[in-house]
């Protein structure tokens, strides 16, 4: 008997199978007779066998971005590129917003603490809106011990130890889900163009070394979740993919990433060398990929 988390991902499969049929009857794909599905990171084939989940690389389903982030399930990937990026990032990712949400007050923040020459032991961060509260786990001796020493002191060198997520991988992984929801928004026009290819190529642990993420995580507030036209400075030419992170508490991130061009991508290369200014953005409604196959070169015109 299947349980509810079973069979809401039978039902999402279900749906993707049903979509899957209608992509690969555009016409747009016919005239050039494609009947298969590209996983937008690897690039290797597939058809609609292979959302048998018995394969050993079946396509599967891809949240954007990660489920414990509340994305959505967007799109597929085959099963390898789901499993090594999320080992390399969703992991990461989970880290640091979990500290994001105990800083602003909600939830609990596990992490390690010394106390003059003590050895590290495990505690946990809570706060509220009033107060901050540091906790040990219990039975743990050696801990209580150590903080009763430093409160009949009065004071003590505390070293607090987080790991709030490695920054490097934090940054990659916001890069691929902006990647990975560009493709949902334009389709392989975008993931084939000069921009998408060379983000890909990052993304594929190549590291192309020309690219860093360009990540932005103030004064966000206000805008929508979705990809935006940076329409100022004009010279710029990128997109921005904003995605709204958590539900009680909530974070908005924005990554830039390449417009399609090359002269676009010229210009993009020049952002990870200068100092980004104030921008100007404009949303793109969503398209439909299969009547606009070219909608990502359409928006620069």
Known sequence: MKNKGQKKRQNI???????????????????????????????????EKDLNQNLDNPLTIE?????????????????????INGTNYDTELSKWFKA??????????DFKMAIESSRPFKAKLATDKERTDIQTYQKNPYAEKNISNM?????????????????KKINDGFLRFAYLYAF?????????????????????????????????????DELKEGIYKISFPIN??????VFCLGSEVKKNVG????????EHLNNFKLLNQEKIGPLKFQLILKQDINIHPLTCYQIWN
Do not use: M, W
């Not at 409160?151 to 920054?167: L, P």
């Not at 949902?184 to 026009?189: M, N, P, R």
């Not at 710029?236 to 993919?241: A, E, N």
């Open 13 to 47: 499969f279900d749906e993707f199978s049903k979509n899957f049929s209608i992509v690969l009857d555009n016409p747009h794909l016919k005239r050039i007779n494609i009947d298969f599905y590209i996983c937008p990171l690897c690039n290797n084939s597939f058809t």
């Open 255 to 262: 990554i830039i990433i390449p417009g399609p061009k090359q």
């Open 63 to 83: 949240h954007i971005p990660p489920d414990k982030l509340k994305g959505k399930p967007l799109l597929l990937t085959c099963k390898n590129c789901n499993n």
């Open 184 to 220: 949902y928004y334009f389709g392989y026009s975008y993931v084939f163009s000069p921009g998408g290819k060379h983000t890909n190529e990052y993304l594929s642990f190549n590291k192309n070394k020309e690219l860093e993420p360009l990540i932005i995580s103030e004064n966000l």
């Open 151 to 167: 409160h009949k002191a009065g004071k003590a060198n505390v070293n607090f130890i987080f790991d709030i997520g490695d920054e």
């Open 236 to 241: 710029i030419t990128s997109f921005l993919v």
């Open 100 to 109: 994001y949400c105990a800083i602003a007050g909600k939830g609990e923040l």
